[in-house]
C-alpha cells in the first residue's frame, strides 16, 4: 500500500492511464445500463479516474480505497469540482467489518490481481449488493508473471473459467465477458500487450 501511496499525488498526470481509464469508462457504459442504477462502489478507486470518467451516468458513487493518500486526492477532486454526490473513503472490505449500506453496481479495476484472498473479497462484494445488482470486473487475462516489476505476491492475471468458477461460488452469475481494452509495457525481453477483459455478473434477483 505504501507504493500507492507515494504515487498518489502524481497519479493523475500520466495521460495514458487516463486514456485507459476514459476508454474503459465508455466501455462500460455501453455495456450495461447505467440509467438503473441508483448506488455505486468503485472498490479500489484510487483517485477516483474511472469514476469520474462515469460522472454524468451515476449517482452516489462510494469511492472506496485502502491508501489514505489516494483516498485524500479523491477528496481533492471532489471538492474543487463540487461533485457533491460521490464519497471517497479509506477503507480494507476484508479488514474492516461490511459497511450497512448496499449498492445496485461494485466495479473495480486493476485492483482484483492485487487482492491474494479472492474468495472472500468476493463474497464481500456479493454481500453488499442489492439483489439483482451488478458486478464489473476489470482487469488483466492470465500472464506470464512479466507485467509486474520486482517481487510481486498477487495474482497473475485471471483464467476467465476459474474466475466464473468462483464468482458462481460466491453467489453470482457470470453475464458477460470481453477484451476492452490492452496495455503495452516494456519488459525485459521487449514490448509486450496484455489483454483487460471486462466481466459483468449478477446477484441473483
Known sequence: ?????????????????????????????????????????EYGSGTGLLSFFLKNHLNNVVLMDESAAMTEVAKEKCQKLKNVHFEPIQYDLLKQPLPQKRFDLIYTMLTLHHIVDLKGILEKFSQLLNKGGLL????????????????????????????????????LKPRSYEICYTLEKDTATGTKQYPLFLLVAQKPK
Open 136 to 171: 464489473v470486473i476489470i482487469d488483466l487475462e492470465k500472464e506470464d508473471g512479466s507485467f509486474h516489476d520486482g517481487e510481486f505476491h498477487g495474482h497473475l492475471g485471471f483464467d476467465r473459467s476459474a474466475l466464473e468458477d468462483n464468482l458462481i461460488a460466491c453467489g
Open 1 to 41: 500500500m505504501a507504493e500507492f501511496d507515494e504515487k498518489a499525488a502524481t497519479w493523475d498526470d500520466d495521460p495514458i492511464r487516463l486514456k485507459r481509464a476514459e476508454s474503459i469508462a465508455n466501455n462500460l457504459a455501453k455495456t450495461i445500463d447505467l440509467t438503473q442504477i441508483n448506488s455505486s462502489l
